[in-house]
């Protein structure tokens, strides 16, 4: 019954990896990497949550970064 959660995961990355990189890339990436969390707490899998963990705190950082980004493209300078 919990595999489709490993199915879910493995999906979101495998479409995520589909993505010319960007801001898209590491959402749809990052939800496969919680999904993969999941099925590793589901397993009681330390391995798998480990690096999935790193995996999500990656993205968030680069998420932030490319946010913070857009709005300095966008705001006028002075």
């Not at 939800?31 to 969390?37: D, E, H, N, R, T």
């Not at 995996?55 to 946010?67: A, C, Q």
């Amino acid at each position: 019954m919990h595999d489709w959660v490993g199915y879910l995961a493995s999906l979101l990355v495998a479409v995520s990896i589909t993505i010319k990189g960007g801001i898209y890339f590491r959402i749809l990436n990052m939800a496969g990497s919680i999904c993969f969390l999941v099925y590793a707490i589901i397993l009681r899998s330390v391995p798998i949550m480990i690096i999935n963990i790193y995996g999500i705190g990656i993205h968030i950082f680069h998420i932030v970064k490319i946010i913070k980004d857009s709005k300095k493209a966008v705001q006028p300078a002075l």
